[in-house]
């Protein structure tokens, strides 16, 4: 068998599989994923174009306005310096997903390499594994404090913690996934006609890990938002005046019986992106898993 016939052959498979999934149209039909899909475009637009989408300046203080609740003026009411809280949820969100995003890519592409070259290596898999367990002992938390305390407070500490959380999750997955994939014909096949250790891994064992990798990691995210968020609520994410939801709603705390709004309305935003990225992330698991469509 050649290389040009092993690649027709893998090919072949996964165009079966995409094809028999039907992804967009399977997704289309469920309403609870379309809506949860629709939600989190909608979240990211406005993220991304905040300042277009914000009615106020989110760092513009007004003395006269402290406090007020929602109204026609200010529709999230505003905060104990009488900034608009709408305009700082916007801009809270933009800052919050940025985190949840960079902690997920970063982590996913560090988890996913060491459990790929686990799973293929088999005389590395114990160092690596051990290594990941290593890492599993350390709560986020506990590493945002320890990164806080050495370099100071601030989003390049929450970062730190939200890929330490999400790469050995990650390698574990992906360890799995490839042990499976490392027991196929077409591995074997490929071993025999002298392909690469470099082309195996990428062309016919990294590309097949994908889907299930990106799988978890849509699930992950509304974890890495909470924990990052989390964060920001003990102080060791963004620093005031930056506006982050997990910081706003601890500094609304405080005010929790004279202005409830201040603290609830972005703990709101927090829980509806958590849940709109779980919901979308348990129906690309339905799509994408090919257990589930056994």
């Not at 039909?29 to 909608?42: G, N, P, Q, S, Y």
């Not at 299930?212 to 938002?225: K, N, P």
Request: net charge neutral; aromatic share 6%.
């Amino acid at each position: 068998m050649s290389v040009e016939t092993l690649d027709t052959v893998v090919r072949t498979e996964e165009t079966g599989i995409l094809s028999r999934s039907g992804v967009l149209r399977r997704l289309a039909r469920d309403k609870v994923a379309a809506v949860a899909a629709l939600l989190l475009v909608l979240i990211a637009l406005a993220a991304v174009f905040a300042p277009v989408v914000a009615p106020y300046d989110p760092y513009l203080t007004d003395l006269t306005k402290v406090m007020q609740p929602p109204s026609a003026e200010h529709w999230f009411g505003t905060d104990n310096t009488g900034r608009d809280i709408l305009s700082r949820v916007i801009f809270g969100t933009r800052n919050t997903l940025m985190l949840g995003l960079v902690g997920v890519l970063i982590g996913g592409l560090l988890g996913g390499v060491l459990g790929i070259l686990a799973a293929f290596y088999p005389r590395a898999d114990g160092w690596i594994m051990r290594l990941v367990d290593v890492m599993l002992a350390f709560p986020a938390i506990l590493i945002g404090l320890a990164v806080a305390a050495v370099a100071g407070a601030g989003l390049g500490a929450v970062v730190i913690a939200l890929v330490v959380a999400t790469v050995p999750d990650v390698a574990r997955v992906a360890r799995g996934a490839a042990v499976g994939i490392m027991g196929q014909e077409f591995m074997e096949a490929g071993r025999a006609v002298g392909v690469s250790d470099r082309t195996l891994i990428w062309r016919y064992l990294t590309l097949n890990c994908i889907s299930t990798i990106f799988v978890f990691l849509t699930l992950r995210f509304g974890q890495i938002i909470l924990i990052g968020s989390a964060l920001g609520f003990l102080g060791m994410g963004a620093q005031p005046p930056t506006a982050e939801l997990g910081m706003m709603a601890a500094q609304g705390r405080d005010f929790l019986f004279m202005a409830p709004h201040i603290a609830t309305i972005p703990s709101c935003a927090i829980f509806v992106i958590v849940l709109a990225a779980n919901l979308l992330g348990d129906a690309l698991r339905d799509v994408l898993d090919p257990r589930l469509q056994q």
